[in-house]
């Protein structure tokens, strides 16, 4: 797999009919995707990765909706991939009780992701040993649900505004610029 979030790079490697599968990074932050910008990626990537921040809007730690973003996605036959899960000094949403591996469990089981970038390969590979030994406090994440107990205290998380949607001009860049030859340097003597 090549990864790149210059989709000019992916393109030029698509016309050169590489052998990888070739993967592009969304913008951060995007909540949704319009038609016209699945097409713009579909044209030369074969999978995505989004940000964690893209599928759960978060407010204060706390889930507060779920966007479709992955959804969109997955329609037009791309594969997707969440980045960064990780569990040196990164506490993940309340709602997934601070444990990486619950949180990893919600994203196979609510989103149905096709895969993960982490920087703990560990709790990977606890989350698939553990196959139908699941406990209880796993179940995938009931969206808002936490943030709804707080409602009316001090405490509660600010509402959030919509995230911003992918549109093809955000995706589509100007070509690469061709190579230049390397030309030898002329000598200058100095007398």
């Known amino acids: 797999m090549i990864q790149s979030k210059d989709s000019a790079v992916l393109v030029k490697l698509k016309q050169q009919q590489t052998k990888y599968k070739l993967v592009y990074t969304l913008p951060q932050d995007i909540g949704s995707a319009s038609a016209t910008s699945l097409v713009s990626v579909k044209r030369f990537a074969d999978a995505v990765v989004v940000e964690r921040n893209s599928v759960f809007a978060l407010s204060r730690h706390f889930i507060i909706r ?4 992955v959804e969109q996605l997955q329609s037009v036959g791309l594969r997707t991939y969440v980045q960064v899960f990780s569990n040196d000094f990164v506490s993940p949403p ?5 444990d990486g ?3 990893i ?11 993960f970038v ?3 390969p560990k709790t990977v590979r606890r989350y698939k ?3 139908k030994d699941m406990p209880s406090y796993m179940k995938p994440v009931v969206v808002g649900c936490l943030a709804q107990l707080l409602k009316g205290s001090l405490s509660q998380p600010p509402t959030l505004a919509q995230m911003p949607e992918l549109n093809a ?3 589509e860049q100007p070509p690469l610029f061709p190579a230049m030859p390397n030309i030898p340097s002329k000598k200058v003597q100095c007398g």
Do not use: K
């Not at 469990?105 to 895969?115: A, T």
């Open 66 to 69: 779920q966007n479709d973003i």
């Open 94 to 98: 309340w709602d997934f009780f601070s």
């Open 101 to 103: 591996t619950a949180e």
């Open 105 to 115: 469990n919600s994203y196979v089981q609510l989103i149905n992701i096709d895969g």
């Open 118 to 120: 982490t920087d703990s």
């Open 129 to 131: 040993s553990l196959g």
């Open 169 to 171: 001009s955000s995706v």
